[in-house]
């Protein structure tokens, strides 16, 4: 079943590196959604729910620990697993994030085989 996915982080660079691991992993992937801060991520979640949203935490307009919150608040997006793509990776940001609903966390810079395999577990696939 082809998936949706949103790319939330405000480096342009980050967001090419992301769809690129993702397009060359070999995921059914029916579109990529990008977005440079959670205010835009969810203006875009509000018309196109997704299969799941990655995200970083830092960011300008409103950063990835209120998108989580807000996504979990409400009924519609809940249940969308979430994926922070970070390079704060402290234990206690880590732990609060997971707490808050993230169903992963991925340090920067981090192998792309590790991308991956996330990505395969959450929208169990079969590893490619």
């Keep these: 079943m ?24 070999g995921f059914p992937v029916s579109e990529l959604l990008e977005a440079d801060n959670g205010a835009e991520a969810l203006r875009q979640l509000a018309g196109k729910p997704v299969d799941l949203v990655l995200t ?26 979430i994926v922070i793509v970070s390079t704060d990776a402290t234990h206690h940001r880590v732990e609060t994030l ?4 993230a169903r992963g966390y991925l340090a920067k810079p981090f192998p792309p085989e590790r991308l991956s395999e996330l990505l395969s577990t959450l929208l169990n696939y079969a590893a490619l």
């Design 2 to 25: 082809p998936t949706r996915l949103l790319i939330v982080d405000d480096s342009p660079v980050m967001r090419s590196f992301v769809k690129r691991i993702v397009m060359i992993s």
């Design 56 to 81: 970083d935490i830092n960011m300008p307009v409103m950063d990835g620990e209120e998108l989580i919150r807000r996504m979990k608040s409400d009924e519609a997006l809940c249940r969308i697993p």
């Design 98 to 101: 997971l707490n808050l609903g």
